[in-house]
């Protein structure tokens, strides 16, 4: 196996430094104009004139973009564009693919990192250090191990035994056909992995952008084309993910679909995949991310300070819009006397407000629908005579979607808030009696139909392997005195099980392995002209 690449270093953005100061000129430079952006078909872009704005979740009356959607045309074009791409798209080999895809990696870590940075933060409202971890950092991951690790393939899914006279090998395929990407608005990263993932190992895609990231990933788009991704590979289609889907699936060359979202959408989906089956050229590979309502367990014996911070980030970085976002929480009840007066004074110590101002800690969430929501628990949990706002719980739409970090504490570990995914910056804490660790673990395992991330806090080897055996099907991303957010392409390849997706672990080489369809191959170098066997004769 070759020498593996490195995980891109994160640049800090400190007061004077060269990237900061390039950033700020950049961001200032993407909100001093409003751009078009067309599908992108075949390489060509194609302006609908049917559009929606994209606006900043943080300023939502500042246009960035007029957004082209694209109509049945449009979606059929695509699917067609990258049916005709695949061919020529296998021919150019794994070899030149990959150099494609590296390229992607450079520019992004050099002459496309700021305009990246800048556009994902003003479209997701992403504060500096969030958006350089994920949209710089993380997609450079992607691309660069994504090709060490198919390259690996080739010599690691080699049959072991060729017998005297034969030569038996096996031919790395795509699937055939093209892989539907519907990508998320929370990470620009999983955004462009989605469909550029297949397209490494041999697929063709079709790109469903979210709604609320058209413009970072039209950006992403527009890099990759710049590093030589040849036309009809990969096709941008802005628009209704209904309509796409509808389209996509009545095609006979729909190979399967890459996906991050809502659980909802995605059993949906499944279902529709299902009773496409008798028109498709084959079965399609099902590959999804979806829901979470990750947790944090704490045992009597923890690091206090270690907790504190943990829940403190893993619930707000990213205003809690992260599937691995710590969301609900068990903390023994000396502990929470011990912490939680500590935890109220330093959450309300969290600045919020612009982007451009690097010292808030978070921004506004992403859209009107997605404040209502989540105001609507937080309102809820205010009328619950179980539940107590032990902090935040205000929120104002005036400007930007701005929700405060809120801590509800429960005294029901059943209650809506602790067992609903929100996606927002709400956190339920459940105060349990110390002496309960096992039947609160339990309890953390049953009381939620997601298995995404998961974390204890323990000192004690015995209690920490009491919980890992007891939490064992709870999360995919399991984490030992961490929180439960920020998994590392190819230190922790991600994903998680139950009603939390498929778990084939994006950042690692299970979730390529997906994308192809091998073809077993046995060469005889020997004359074979005799059809009689040896128990035939006497």
Known sequence: ???????????????????????????????????????????????????????????????LANVHLASQKEIEMACNSAVKAQEAWIDIGLEKRSEIFEKCADLLATSWRMKINASTMLNQSKTVFQAEIDAACELIDFWRFNVFYAKNFHNDLQP???????????????????????????????????????????????????????????????LMMEAGLPPGVINFIPGSGAEITEIALSNPDFAGVHFTGSTAVFQGLWQRIAEALPNLKGYPRIVGETGGKDFIVAHPDCDRQGLLVALLRGAFEYQGQKCSAASRAYIPESVWGDIGNNLVSEVKKIKMGDCKDFTNFMTSVIDKRAFD???????????????????????????GWFIEPTIIVTKDPKSESMVEEIFGPV?????????????????????SPYALTGAIFAKSEENIETAYNALRFTAGNFYINDKPTGAVVA?????????SGTNDKAGGPLNLLRWISPRSVKRTNMEIHDWTYPFMKN
């Open 373 to 399: 929501k989540i105001t609507g628990y937080i309102q809820r949990a205010k009328e619950n005579e179980n539940c107590e706002i032990a902090v935040g719980g205000g929120s104002n739409e005036e400007t």
């Open 160 to 222: 072991l035994v060729s017998p005297e006279g034969m030569v038996n090998t096996t031919e790395i395929r795509p699937l055939e056909g093209f892989v539907l990407a519907i990508t998320p608005f929370n990470f620009t990263s999983i955004a462009g992995n989605l469909p550029s993932a297949p397209a490494l190992v041999g697929c063709t895609s079709i790109w469903k952008p979210s709604r609320n990231s058209y413009y970072s990933n039209y950006m992403i788009m527009k």
């Open 491 to 499: 230190q922790q390849p991600f994903g998680g099980a139950r009603a």
């Open 427 to 447: 956190l339920t804490i459940y105060v349990y009696d110390d002496n309960k660790f096992e039947e609160t673990l339990k309890l953390c395992d049953e009381s």
């Open 1 to 63: 196996m070759s020498s593996h690449p490195e995980n891109e270093p994160i640049l800090n953005y400190e007061v004077g430094s060269n990237e900061r100061n390039e950033l700020e000129k950049e961001i200032d430079n993407q909100l001093s104009q409003t751009i078009e952006i067309p599908c992108i078909i075949n390489g060509e872009e194609i302006y609908t004139n049917n559009t929606v704005t994209q606006v900043v979740p943080h300023n939502h009356k500042h246009v």
